[in-house]
């Protein structure tokens, strides 16, 4: 379990996220949603510590993570994977090296044993044949699902994944979409993503908090987000005339 | 205060980028890869640019030499000494800022703005140390063999250029450059070639790991890499043949 406390965080001057408080729970797909702009990567990259809040406390597991220095921090990191939202694939190495390097980085396994894991990670993806490939010539949902392979190669306890299906066709989207709860579900991970598709929130969304303006907007289940009352989040998930349709009946 | 800031901060990026590694092995796979890049790499354009550059240096000199007071093997002392001293080690230099210092920002630059050193980061590698480091060990590893390379072929370039249009003979030209050498001159021309490469990776280094925005910003810090690395060359240049040869 992941427990925000209050953060907040500006930029220049300009206030980006205030007083967000919630927690993200172990095991499910915790959905973070809100428009282009709303500070859902901003959230995500303070909870990972490439960005530091500015006040407020993030607790992972009851364990203080906010204020941290980077040697402090050096336990956390094997147990974090983070998806990018391009993917962010080392160009230099090719899809095994790129899943590798986090295991070089954090173990003493033999190369033996790091094949072994890539390839159990890879064929986890559904990623079968591609390991001297270079990110170049990997299409964009083959490139999610070496990111996606690469952030749980160490096994990690948390996953962060900053709208994982953005550029993808729906139908590729809903299957990675369904990849990451699989995930989730079958090792116990407490896993973040941040989407504006309303595709993935039916889908897979947990518990969904809608971010609006830097602030937290609203806070509920999948069920709940249907009948919400909530102005400014049906006009965010009901955008569109179909939605709007499907809303009234 | 513009270049105040950026001051300031390579400073701060050279103080974080100086810790002790996390990984040896990261380090030391980087540190072979840009060896290859920079040395394999510069070869070429080198060696082409040297030939030309002690040709023309040659030529220039005969050219210039009208007193006939004035030995021929004089030709092969100017043209010896003025590659030795300046032309291999800086103006190399300068054709090396514009090849590596650009492929460096646009490196640096491109994982920049695509979450590759985020993603670095994600895992507890200081991104900075881990991109950087290796690059500036093989620069200055490397490029003190690239300049002396060019030394040879600048010298044997003259030497081709002056002979084949027969105005000096192979024999004055040869005795010129063995004549009066001073042995001090190779170290000078190596100490600045070490200043050069470290300006040259660092400022390129960090042009591209302070990129914001997308793929034009990148192109545009690729630019500054080569035109501040340029000019800190010759800034550097004149203020180390100042300390050092007067
Ligand atoms: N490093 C930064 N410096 C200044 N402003 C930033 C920075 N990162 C993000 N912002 C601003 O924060 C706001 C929220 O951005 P972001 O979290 O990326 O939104 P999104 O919800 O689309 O992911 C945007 O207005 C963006 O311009
Ligand atoms: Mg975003």
């Known amino acids: ?249 | 205060m513009n270049w105040l800031f950026h001051l300031g901060r390579y400073w701060v990026f050279m103080k974080e980028m100086f810790t002790r590694p996390e990984k040896y092995s990261l380090y030391w796979k980087q540190f072979i890869r840009e060896l290859n890049n920079f040395g394999w790499g510069s070869l070429g354009i080198v060696a082409l640019t040297s030939v030309f550059m002690g040709a023309v240096i040659t030529i220039q000199t005969i050219y210039n030499l009208v007193n006939p007071l004035v030995p021929m093997t004089a030709v092969g002392i100017v043209a010896r000494d003025s590659i030795i001293l300046e032309f291999s080690p800086t103006m190399m230099s300068l054709v090396l800022a514009g090849k590596i210092g650009s492929s460096i920002a646009s490196e640096i630059g491109t994982m920049r703005v695509s979450e590759q050193i985020d993603a670095l980061e994600i895992m507890g590698i200081n991104s900075s140390a881990y991109l950087v480091l290796p690059k500036i060990f093989a620069a200055i590893f490397i490029f003190p063999f690239v300049v002396i390379i060019s030394m040879f072929l600048g010298i044997f370039g003259g030497w081709v250029a002056g002979t084949a249009a027969g105005v000096i003979s192979s024999t004055d030209y040869i005795m010129g450059i063995q004549d009066s050498f001073v042995p001090f001159n190779i170290t000078f021309a190596i100490i600045k070639t070490l200043t050069f490469a470290y300006l040259i990776t660092t400022v390129s280094a960090y042009q591209g790991y302070y990129t914001g925005g997308g793929a034009l910003e990148v192109g545009q810090s690729s630019t500054n890499a080569v035109v501040y690395s340029s000019i800190l060359i010759l800034i550097f240049d004149y203020v180390l043949t100042q300390l050092i040869l007067t």
């Open chain 1, 1 to 249: 379990m992941i427990e925000l406390k209050n953060i907040s965080k500006g930029f220049n001057g300009r206030s980006i996220l205030s007083n967000v408080s919630t927690s993200f729970e172990k095991g499910h797909v915790n959905l973070v949603i809100g428009g282009s702009g709303s500070g859902k990567t901003v959230m995500m990259k303070c909870m990972v510590g490439l960005v530091e809040v500015d006040s407020g406390e993030i607790i992972y597991d009851g364990k203080q993570f906010s204020g941290l220095s980077r040697k402090e921090r050096k336990p956390f990191r094997q147990e974090i994977g983070m998806v990018f939202q391009g993917g962010a694939l080392f160009d230099s190495l090719n899809v095994e090296q790129n899943v590798m390097f986090p295991l070089s980085m954090f173990t003493n396994q033999t190369l033996e044993e790091k094949l072994e894991r890539v390839n159990f990670c890879l064929r986890r993806v559904n990623l079968v044949n591609s390991n001297k490939l270079s990110p170049s010539e990997l299409s964009g949902g083959m490139k999610k699902r070496v990111a996606i392979a690469r952030a749980i190669a160490t096994k990690p306890d948390y996953l962060f994944c900053d709208e994982p299906n953005s550029g993808l066709d729906p139908r590729t989207s809903i299957v990675i979409d369904n990849l990451l709860k699989e995930i989730t579900e079958e090792y116990n991970i407490t896993t973040i993503m941040n989407t504006h598709d309303m595709n993935s929130v039916l889908e897979v969304g947990d518990k969904i908090l809608f971010l609006h303006q830097g602030k937290k907007w609203w806070e509920g289940t999948v069920e709940d987000i249907l009948r919400t009352e909530n102005q400014e989040l049906n006009d965010f998930i009901f955008a569109s005339k179909l939605a709007k349709g499907i809303k009234k009946h």
